[in-house]
Every structure is written in structure tokens, then in C-alpha cells.
């Protein structure tokens, strides 16, 4: 018993004397194991003293100063790019206004302070309308002789630019209504006016185009077809006076949007 525990003990000894004779070395290893897991740290030898004199120090790592935080509206503002914030406000807010609205009273927007992309969307969109259907307004003009400024702006004015119900959904740009003896037509009612108003349905909007032109050449337009087709404004006034709407400013609305948007080019 005596020579296990005497056995034991010079074990430990020499382990302390290893230790002892290798502390630098197990030191050095200690310190590169701790910077391969830190790299931030510097490690600094000054070689000019003697080796006995050698000296090491540790730099413990400096933190980091955050960046300077720019708001990000900021930064688009700075940038000159979209405010993301104040687009998705004014897309919610243009949902407020007409396509003609801005058409129709050129002063509107500055009188109510409303965003100026609101203004060239809406204006934007009426342009897009035109360069989309003036090559059929002009077509009928030439086979029914109408005024393709006078098509246009009646299809701007009857369908929002595109944007009403009866046109998405029914391809009716003009407020069509059904004839009283409709055999091969459909009709739909959107209780806009009365429940007993049924407009007509078009497989497209060229039909829609088509059909407008069929009626300003039945009887009750008919005197009109002895205007001048560059006169836009007698056609406008005579579509008003035969009752073509109820709107009392009718005339004065077709007018405005025809010099508004430059229409009367296309009656040339």
C-alpha cells in the first residue's frame, strides 16, 4: 500500500517538474490557440531588446464605432430617389380623384396641394387612353364621319379613361344603353342611374366604338353630320342639345378635354 501512494506521488512530482520546465511553451500555445479563435487581437514582439530582455504585449481589440444611421426616407430624399413611405401615400389618395379630374380643372391640384405624382398619373393615364384608341376614333371618323376628337373625348368623359366599371367589365366606353328591341345583345345593370337602365355589353372595345358611331348617325344626331368634322365645338354643343347626357356642363366638358389633351390633331 505504502509503494502505490509512494509511486503516485513521484508521478505528480514529475509532472511538476515538466510543467515547470515547459510553462513557456504550454504559454505559447495557450496564446495561439486564443488567437486563432479571436482575430481581432495584435500581437506585438519587441526584437530590438536582448532575448532574455524580450518582451510581448497584448492589444486588446478596439470596438468598433457604429455607422452613422441615415433614416432610410432620408437617404432617398438625399439620393433624389421615390420616398417609398410617401409613394404608398399617394397611391391610397389618387384612388380619391378621377382620371379627367385634373383635366377638367387644370387649378384643382394646386388650390387642394395634391402630390404632384398623383397629377401626372392621372394625367398619364388620359394619354395612355388616347394613344390607345385613336387610331379607331379616326377610322370611324373616315366611315361616319365624326370628329375623332369628339369620339375621344366622349369615350374619356363616359368611361373614366378606361377606368369605369361598364368599360372593364362590359367594353362599353359611351354609356351605351340597350335599344328598346334588343334581340342580339346583351345587357347588364349597374344601378348607377336607375334599376331599370340596362347598358350594353361588347365583346370589345371596338365594338363599343362601332356602336357610338351607329348612333350619332341615327335621326336624332343625324343634323350634325353637317358640321365641319374640325368643328369640335359645334359637334360638342349639338350633342349636348339633343340630350345626349343630362350633365348640364356636358358641352363645356368635351370642350375642355379636347383642348386639354391636344384631340383635335386627330381630326386632321
Request: proline share 3%; with cysteine.
Amino acid at each position: 500500500m505504502d509503494i502505490g501512494i509512494s509511486t503516485r506521488q513521484n508521478a505528480y512530482n514529475a509532472q511538476g517538474v515538466w510543467v515547470t520546465r515547459h510553462w513557456f511553451d504550454l504559454f505559447l500555445l495557450s496564446l495561439l490557440l486564443y488567437v486563432v479563435f479571436n482575430k481581432n487581437i495584435t500581437i506585438e514582439f519587441n526584437l530590438n531588446s536582448r532575448p532574455s530582455q524580450q518582451t510581448m504585449t497584448l492589444i486588446a481589440p478596439v470596438p468598433m464605432q457604429p455607422a452613422e444611421v441615415v433614416p432610410t426616407t432620408l437617404k432617398h430624399n438625399q439620393e433624389g430617389k421615390r420616398n417609398p413611405e410617401k409613394s404608398v401615400r399617394a397611391k391610397k389618395s389618387s384612388k380619391k380623384y378621377g382620371n379627367l379630374t385634373f383635366v377638367l380643372s387644370p387649378d384643382y391640384a394646386e388650390r387642394h396641394q395634391v402630390d404632384r405624382e398623383i397629377v401626372a398619373e392621372k394625367i398619364g393615364n388620359c394619354r395612355n387612353y388616347v394613344e390607345q384608341f385613336a387610331r379607331a376614333a379616326q377610322l370611324e371618323m373616315r366611315e361616319y364621319g365624326i370628329p375623332a376628337s369628339i369620339t375621344l373625348a366622349q369615350g374619356l368623359l363616359e368611361s373614366n379613361a378606361g377606368d369605369s366599371r361598364l368599360s372593364r367589365e362590359s367594353n362599353n366606353h359611351f354609356g351605351i344603353k340597350c335599344r328598346t328591341k334588343c334581340r342580339s345583345c346583351t345587357c347588364r345593370n349597374y344601378t348607377d342611374d336607375d334599376i331599370y337602365d340596362m347598358f350594353r355589353v361588347f365583346e370589345s372595345a371596338s365594338e363599343s366604338y362601332r356602336e357610338h358611331s351607329i348612333l350619332l348617325n341615327s335621326k336624332r344626331y343625324q343634323h350634325l353630320l353637317n358640321l365641319d368634322k374640325k368643328d369640335y365645338k359645334g359637334w360638342a354643343k349639338g350633342l349636348k342639345k339633343a340630350g345626349y347626357a343630362t350633365d348640364r356642363r356636358y358641352a363645356e366638358k368635351l370642350i375642355q378635354i379636347i383642348e386639354a389633351l391636344g384631340l383635335q390633331e386627330y381630326d386632321r
